[in-house]
């Protein structure tokens, strides 16, 4: 049973499937154009089709890739030696759900001129940083993303939802849930490993038009794997959108006073098939580790994880947003939550359905571990790239278990009687210019064993500070109308 076309058809799990597999499903399944897909230095996917002239030709695209002009699509690529070639990766393989001429698509990885992995691309980057995570740890850096987005439609009227109350509704008073479950089906059919979809809180009406906020979420798997899936999926829900009519955003904020938006990043480390993050029913110290490091970098994550000046709109106190460098258990006012696991011991499918023998099943695999601030406007593989430095660096840290000790809270940390705890926190930045600081002031973690490079680095920094928006939090305030504005700037994000 497999979603995927591609994968279905040849009885072969994705990672096995060579050329010989992609040439035989072309040719059983009269798919008669080929895409390449690749994610450009904005963050979003780009395209480049083939005609299948005859097996030949279909051959040689498939071996040698084709030519791209990479100073289009990376800031750090030189014009004068800007030629690279992108070449196919045949696992990642599926049918587009979208063209009317049968066509099958693939993600690519970059090479230069030398033959060799581009080494500031995105997904190399972030294999460099899952590569450096297993060095040191032993262990595979996993990932998955909430991601989450508004629909937006004409208001008829009809069944109007609670303002800011749509968690988990269902029609007619969620509008949205049909053009969900598509999108669901479609991001399935491309390779990715959904856990589930349901309506969020934000909902409201404006200039006559309902903002409907929906949620996908997908199960762990390898890091690299996680930023396809998200990337792929993004591209799914923008198309479907334009297809029915509605309009979507991932943008971090809509207006003020209303849900924003997240892309908060669940993470577990395996081990030989298990699930490292849990110890005797515990948070092993593992995990302690891994978030130690998050909280060490914090400040800079949010240079590749809040990337344009609304973001900043979203990380405000009161918006279960976080604002200060924290952690806690079932917590959603910190920066890095562990959800609710299956550590109870009893057997709750037994206690649900009592004519269902009782029997033990290992809970483990669920376990992970949230990092709440990043959002739409995230460049996907540069975050968890530096999502997987950062947990690697918590275990090159000699102090990180007291680093988690001191950060650990067990409280609401924006009420009023936990002022005095707030204030020993550390706090996120405030804009796109204080998080450029702060990842160059931690640049070095990310630039050490080759990871990110230098030119990337400057890069993003470059562009963060191009938003020259230190003070534009305070200047705006409230004010709906320049907030409404900022959105529309911003609207079609990451």
């Given at each position: 049973m497999n979603a995927n076309r591609v994968v279905a058809f040849l009885q072969k799990p994705a990672e096995e499937l060579n050329k010989d597999d992609i040439m035989r499903f072309i040719s059983?399944?009269?798919?008669?154009?080929?895409?390449?897909?690749?994610?450009?230095?904005?963050?979003?996917?780009?395209?480049?089709?083939?005609?299948?002239?005859?097996?030949?030709?279909?051959?040689?695209?498939?071996?040698?890739?084709?030519?791209?002009?990479?100073?289009?699509?990376?800031?750090?690529?030189?014009?004068?030696?800007?030629?690279?070639?992108?070449?196919?990766?045949?696992?990642?393989?599926?049918?587009?759900?979208?063209?009317?001429?049968?066509?099958?698509?693939?993600?690519?990885?970059?090479?230069?001129?030398?033959?060799?992995?581009?080494?500031?691309?995105?997904?190399?980057?972030?294999?460099?940083?899952?590569?450096?995570?297993?060095?040191?740890?032993?262990?595979?850096?996993?990932?998955?993303?909430?991601?989450?987005?508004?629909?937006?439609?004409?208001?008829?009227?009809?069944?109007?939802?609670?303002?800011?109350?749509?968690?988990?509704?269902?029609?007619?008073?969620?509008?949205?849930?049909?053009?969900?479950?598509?999108?669901?089906?479609?991001?399935?059919?491309?390779?990715?490993?959904?856990?589930?979809?349901?309506?969020?809180?934000?909902?409201?009406?404006?200039?006559?038009?309902?903002?409907?906020?929906?949620?996908?979420?997908?199960?762990?798997?390898?890091?690299?794997?996680?930023?396809?899936?998200?990337?792929?999926?993004?591209?799914?829900?923008?198309?479907?959108?334009?297809?029915?009519?509605?309009?979507?955003?991932?943008?971090?904020?809509?207006?003020?006073?209303?849900?924003?938006?997240?892309?908060?990043?669940?993470?577990?480390?395996?081990?030989?098939?298990?699930?490292?993050?849990v110890e005797d029913g515990q948070l092993s110290d593992a995990a302690r580790h891994m978030i130690a490091g998050m909280m060490l970098l914090a400040p800079s994550i949010t240079a590749f994880g809040n990337k344009n000046p609304m973001s900043y709109f979203r990380l405000v106190p009161h918006q279960e947003a976080p604002t200060n460098v924290c952690w806690g258990d079932r917590n959603r006012s910190v920066l890095v939550r562990v959800p609710l696991g299956w550590n109870s011991g009893v057997d709750l499918c037994h206690a649900a359905n009592p004519k269902q023998p009782s029997c033990d099943v290992d809970t483990t695999m669920k376990q992970t571990v949230e990092m709440r601030s990043p959002d739409g406007s995230a460049d996907l593989y540069q975050l968890i790239a530096g999502l997987c430095v950062a947990c690697r660096c918590g275990f090159e840290m000699p102090d990180a278990l007291k680093m988690a000790e001191r950060t650990y809270v067990n409280v609401n940390i924006h009420d009023e009687s936990n002022k005095e705890r707030l204030a020993q926190l550390a706090q996120l930045p405030d804009s796109c210019v204080a998080s450029a600081d702060c990842l160059e002031q931690q640049r070095t973690y990310y630039e050490r064993d080759g990871v990110f490079s230098p030119a990337m680095i400057d890069s993003i920094i470059s562009q963060l500070r191009s938003y020259n928006d230190g003070n534009l939090r305070a200047e705006i305030g409230q004010d709906k109308d320049a907030i409404l504005r900022l959105v529309h700037t911003y609207f079609h994000c990451g």
């Amino acid at each position: 049973m497999n979603a995927n076309r591609v994968v279905a058809f040849l009885q072969k799990p994705a990672e096995e499937l060579n050329k010989d597999d992609i040439m035989r499903f072309i040719s059983e399944n009269d798919i008669q154009m080929v895409n390449f897909m690749y994610p450009g230095g904005d963050g979003k996917l780009k395209t480049l089709n083939f005609v299948i002239n005859d097996a030949a030709y279909l051959d040689t695209i498939l071996t040698c890739g084709e030519r791209v002009d990479g100073s289009s699509l990376f800031s750090f690529v030189e014009a004068g030696s800007s030629d690279l070639y992108v070449i196919p990766r045949y696992a990642t393989a599926f049918v587009d759900p979208f063209a009317e001429i049968p066509t099958l698509c693939m993600l690519c990885s970059f090479f230069d001129k030398e033959g060799a992995l581009l080494e500031s691309a995105p997904e190399q980057t972030l294999a460099k940083a899952c590569r450096a995570f297993t060095r040191v740890t032993g262990m595979e850096f996993h990932a998955m993303g909430e991601l989450e987005y508004y629909v937006i439609f004409d208001d008829n009227g009809r069944f109007p939802a609670i303002d800011q109350h749509g968690y988990h509704e269902s029609a007619p008073y969620a509008k949205a849930n049909e053009f969900r479950a598509k999108c669901m089906l479609y991001i399935a059919q491309t390779g990715g490993q959904i856990k589930y979809g349901h309506s969020e809180v934000g909902n409201f009406v404006l200039d006559r038009k309902v903002y409907e906020q929906n949620e996908i979420e997908f199960l762990p798997v390898k890091a690299e794997q996680a930023a396809d899936q998200l990337m792929l999926a993004k591209w799914v829900i923008r198309n479907l959108a334009y297809r029915m009519g509605l309009d979507v955003t991932f943008a971090p904020k809509i207006t003020a006073g209303k849900a924003g938006s997240g892309l908060h990043i669940h993470m577990r480390m395996m081990r030989d098939g298990r699930n490292c993050m849990v110890e005797d029913g515990q948070l092993s110290d593992a995990a302690r580790h891994m978030i130690a490091g998050m909280m060490l970098l914090a400040p800079s994550i949010t240079a590749f994880g809040n990337k344009n000046p609304m973001s900043y709109f979203r990380l405000v106190p009161h918006q279960e947003a976080p604002t200060n460098v924290c952690w806690g258990d079932r917590n959603r006012s910190v920066l890095v939550r562990v959800p609710l696991g299956w550590n109870s011991g009893v057997d709750l499918c037994h206690a649900a359905n009592p004519k269902q023998p009782s029997c033990d099943v290992d809970t483990t695999m669920k376990q992970t571990v949230e990092m709440r601030s990043p959002d739409g406007s995230a460049d996907l593989y540069q975050l968890i790239a530096g999502l997987c430095v950062a947990c690697r660096c918590g275990f090159e840290m000699p102090d990180a278990l007291k680093m988690a000790e001191r950060t650990y809270v067990n409280v609401n940390i924006h009420d009023e009687s936990n002022k005095e705890r707030l204030a020993q926190l550390a706090q996120l930045p405030d804009s796109c210019v204080a998080s450029a600081d702060c990842l160059e002031q931690q640049r070095t973690y990310y630039e050490r064993d080759g990871v990110f490079s230098p030119a990337m680095i400057d890069s993003i920094i470059s562009q963060l500070r191009s938003y020259n928006d230190g003070n534009l939090r305070a200047e705006i305030g409230q004010d709906k109308d320049a907030i409404l504005r900022l959105v529309h700037t911003y609207f079609h994000c990451g």
